[in-house]
């Protein structure tokens, strides 16, 4: 088993489309409840299924760093947008393993609703071997192993830490829930708003709004 020196890593892939207080109360929470170093966020590029975006992956990775970048534990990370592959999160993984090591702890963090179709995900089975899950509580979403696909639901059972301090013994494999305050805001309540013409504010931070304005995003065509 390797020396484990720093404590765990955070990780937070989304689409942030755009980002809002869902996400940034979900990763502020996980850096005290989980014993974490930092988060770093990590926007998801354009998915192949989506048909002519109207807000491009740069414009949702500046969204994001305007709206963390007053935080030193977070830090924003554009590999995922920069490429020009579709990204899968297991590729990125083993990209953040090539650039930090095999000792380093790394905690991916998702909400309830993204871990119910985990088993869905590219090579997940792979993704256990390179780093922790830590599952959020988010309203609606209920956070159980009855509630999930079959397979899933024995990893879970496998996996979990019923102590979060497990989390830095080892740089992965581990599977612990945590929950945050319950803040039932979704980037497609925010667009829906927005497409409207309604407001969205105290939704997600102004830089964030500020932005979507200059730039004219949201509205509906
Ligand atoms: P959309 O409404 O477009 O599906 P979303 O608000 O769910 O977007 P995503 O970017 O898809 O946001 O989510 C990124 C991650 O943040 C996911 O793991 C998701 O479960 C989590 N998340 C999003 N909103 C919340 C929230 N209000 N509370 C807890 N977790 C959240």
Redesign the pocket.
Known sequence: MPEISNPPLGL??????PI?Y??LR?AEESIAQLGLGGVRWIPAGQPPHRVAPQVTARQRLEMVVRATEKNTRFSVDSGEVASVAPSYTVQTLERLRRELGDRQPFVL??????FAGFSDWHRWRDIFALTHIAV????GFPVEADCLPRDLASEFHTRYLADVGGLKCSPAGGIVTFA?T????????V?NLLGNGLSARYLLPDAVLDYIDIHQLYKST
């Not at 963090?109 to 993204?114: E, F, K, M, N, P």
């Not at 959020?136 to 309203?139: E, F, G, I, L, Q």
């Open positions: 937070f892939g989304g689409t942030f489309d809002h869902g996400h979900l963090l998702v909400g309830a609703d993204a959020s509580h988010r309203p945050m319950q803040l039932a805001i979704s980037a497609t309540q667009r």
